[in-house]
């Protein structure tokens, strides 16, 4: 039986999704399968942008440090950047643009530019090595990257195809670094575009990296009409909150406000946050580095009402020993999304934060961020469940085997997790193999997590088919960081896999059995990896074997066994 607030929600969502509306939802075809749309969302994310950001206007919409900019600014100015990456460096529809650098205003500016004027936005991971840009640019094509003074330092030191323009960095280090500055570009083109191309809902938008259960990250490749209709399959959400709250006799805020601790290369922090926030005109108070203590100074200060990031966030806001002397009593929402929050985590959440309500979301890099939620009572109610399937948009099917999706599984079964809208991405970049495996017709993508449905269709995630780790909601491929610990000359077998931890969910661990007469200290093995592997993928714990690693039938390594037996040793350590 459904839930008081499922039962109430539901009907909300209906209203707002009735055809007719700027909302309402029908059929429509889509490659080749038949998918509730709404009917009258923009086109584009030209459209998009240009009707939302018309919307809001003179509100504030970014704060970085002392810097404000209204929306009107932070639009004005893209469509300048878009004019300069035209006039002075010939990008044109279709061509690959990366964007490299940490949260700034100017990653939003470069994101709106680059989608306005027909270009493929690749946002790069601020944490990767410079062979992984390397590996990301040369895998997309990209023409041109643009980037912080950080990720520009690392650029310099490949011999890459790609132009780059550099912002947040002085004239003197761009020389140095021989690449131009996106002031002295602007400074020098046109303020708007000589020619703007016609775009097509089925164009391509973005191209986002994920890591999979394969060594070589994997660009998932979004169109403008899915990167639209999951953008606004969240604005169904929240906005049926807010009227849920007003019928409760809760006044909403004067403007919603969100700190931003999400990295904006990540998909949680693109559409949920970052085009979430442009659509319902939300001020985003972005922050330079996570520190539990500058963000409660924040949300006091800037007045937040919505709190998103990976749990490990929220715990360290809990746990902080200041928290008790910051008005927190704006904030209205305390959500994560990334990795999944420890359900003993939920009602202690509720507790230390009084009237304020966690939510959980769950989705990937594939379905545009749409998936599941879990809300404010039903959270609590069912804190190990990531939630019902996101309406009005999203399906959610358990099936057996591979290939095509097959009926769906009863209740309580476990299978793997299959999901169903028209905001999945069309597929993986040049990587057609890859792409059929995931991708498997009629609408479905297989997102490698087993789960199963309860009988009011809450989804519980239970283990992961493909074989990666989340820490702290980054994925780490269990074979990179193998191959990477192979490359060592005295290896001769090795197992990686997640161990569990309180604060990031999963940390890296490793089992490693060194080669016949050579002797290898794990320290100096971790030492030898920092060269090539993103701090983030270096594993917190390597053990040495005495012993060849126990294999399968098939002579494949047995990791499920290795996985068990050290996650009981690592627990016990933890004891």
Not at 25 to 49: D, H, N
Not at 497 to 521: C, M, N, Q, S
Not at 523 to 537: T, W
Request: with cysteine; proline share 6%; net charge negative.
């Amino acid at each position: 039986m459904k839930s008081a607030l499922d039962t109430a929600l539901d009907e909300v969502v209906a209203g707002i999704t009735a055809p007719g509306g700027m909302l309402g939802v029908a059929q429509v075809p889509v490659r080749g399968v038949t998918l509730p749309l709404f009917s009258a969302a923009p086109p584009t994310m030209r459209e998009f942008l240009g009707a939302f950001f018309a919307a809001q206007g003179p509100k504030e919409f970014l704060v970085f440090g002392e810097e404000r900019l209204t929306f009107a600014e932070v639009y004005a100015r893209s469509l300048k950047f878009a004019a300069m990456l035209q006039h002075r460096h010939g990008i044109a529809k279709g061509d690959r643009v990366g964007v490299a650098m940490r949260n700034y205003p100017e990653w939003v500016i470069a994101y709106l530019a680059i989608v306005h004027m027909g270009a493929v936005c690749i946002p790069m991971n601020a944490w990767w090595t410079a062979d992984e840009m390397g590996y990301g640019i040369s895998d997309s094509g990209a023409r041109l990257v643009i980037a912080d003074e950080e990720r520009a330092r690392r650029l310099a030191t490949l011999s890459c195809s790609a132009s780059v323009i550099t912002v947040r960095t002085s004239g003197e280090v761009a020389q140095q670094l021989g690449f131009v500055r996106a002031e002295d570009e602007l400074a020098a083109s046109p303020d708007s575009m000589w020619y703007l191309p016609e775009l097509s809902p089925e164009d391509d938008c973005t191209i986002m990296y994920t890591s999979g259960s394969t060594g070589s990250p994997k660009g998932a490749v979004s169109t403008h009409r899915a990167q639209v209709s999951a953008s606004m399959n969240y604005l169904v959400t929240g906005l049926a909150l807010l009227e849920l709250s007003a019928k409760a006799g809760v006044a909403p805020a004067e403007q919603q406000v969100m700190l931003l601790n999400v990295p904006l290369f990540h998909i949680t922090g693109l559409v949920p946050v970052l085009l979430v926030s442009i659509a319902i005109g939300r001020k985003m108070i972005i922050m330079h580095k996570w520190d539990a203590g500058e963000a409660l100074r924040l949300i006091e200060k800037e007045r937040c009402t919505y709190f998103v990031g990976v749990p490990t966030m929220s715990l360290e806001l809990m746990q902080h020993p200041d928290r008790h002397k910051y008005d927190l009593s704006t904030l209205v929402d305390i959500a994560s999304g990334g990795a999944p929050r420890p359900p003993e985590h939920v009602e202690r959440l509720a507790g230390e934060f009084a009237g304020k309500h966690p939510v959980q979301g769950y989705g990937l890099t594939e379905t545009n961020g749409v998936g599941a939620g879990n809300i404010r009572e039903s959270y609590r109610a069912k804190p190990a469940s990531t939630g019902r399937a996101a309406p009005p948009l999203v399906e959610i099917r358990i099936a057996d085997g591979d290939g095509a999706v097959g009926p769906a599984l009863p209740p309580g079964a476990v299978g793997e997790v299959c999901i169903r809208s028209v905001c999945n991405c069309r597929g993986y970049w040049n990587k057609p193999e890859a792409t059929a495996a995931a991708f498997v017709g009629d609408g479905w993508f297989r997102s490698g997590d087993l789960g199963y449905l309860d009988d009011e269709g809450y989804l519980f995630i239970v283990d992961r088919k493909k074989d990666i780790i989340i820490r702290g909601g980054e994925n780490i491929s269990c074979q990179e960081v193998e191959s990477a610990i192979y490359a060592h000359p005295a290896v001769a077998e090795v197992s990686v896999f997640g161990l569990p931890d309180e604060r990031l969910g999963e940390i890296v661990g490793a089992v490693v059995y060194a080669k016949p007469g050579e002797h290898l200290d794990p320290d100096a093995l971790v030492d030898f990896l920092k060269a090539g592997l993103s701090s983030f993928k270096i594993p917190a714990k390597v053990w040495m074997s005495a012993e060849q690693l126990p294999k399968l039938g098939s002579a494949k390594i047995d990791k499920v066994s290795l996985r068990k037996q050290y996650r009981a040793v690592w627990a016990d350590r933890a004891a």
